[in-house]
């Protein structure tokens, strides 16, 4: 099995900063994609950031540290909409009798709440 742990989230105030981290373990041949997702209360999942080797989209940046199978992503500039559960999501190559397959994985979610 594949385990995915966030963790990172807490109580921050508007314009403030958070980094959330997500490690994969477990039986892991390779990770090819993994990404952020937040959903809010009320409101579909939504993706944040999708893998990269390095990127930004706005006020938040992924980077990841394939060594250490762990994607970041920084927050900066935070808003109160940015209140949500964040999840980590990523596509998993696994070796299970002597046949690669791929599986896809959600961590359990941290959240971050932005208020003053």
């Known amino acids: 099995q594949v385990q995915l742990v966030e963790s990172g989230g807490g109580l921050v105030q508007p314009g403030g900063s958070l980094t959330l981290s997500c490690a994969a373990s477990g039986n892991i041949f390779s990770i090819n994609a993994m990404r952020w997702y937040r959903q809010a209360p009320g409101k579909q999942r939504e993706l944040v950031a999708p893998?990269?080797?390095?990127?930004s989209k706005g006020r938040f940046t992924i980077s990841r540290d394939n060594a250490k199978n762990t994607v970041y992503l920084q927050m900066n500039s935070l808003k109160p909409e940015d209140t949500a559960v964040y999840y980590c999501?990523?596509?998993?190559?696994?070796?299970?009798?002597?046949?690669?397959?791929?599986?896809?994985?959600w961590g359990q979610g941290t959240q971050v709440t932005v208020s003053s």
């Open positions: 999501n990523a596509d998993v190559t696994r070796l299970t009798d002597t046949v690669l397959r791929q599986y896809n994985y």
């Open positions: 893998s990269t080797s390095g990127g």
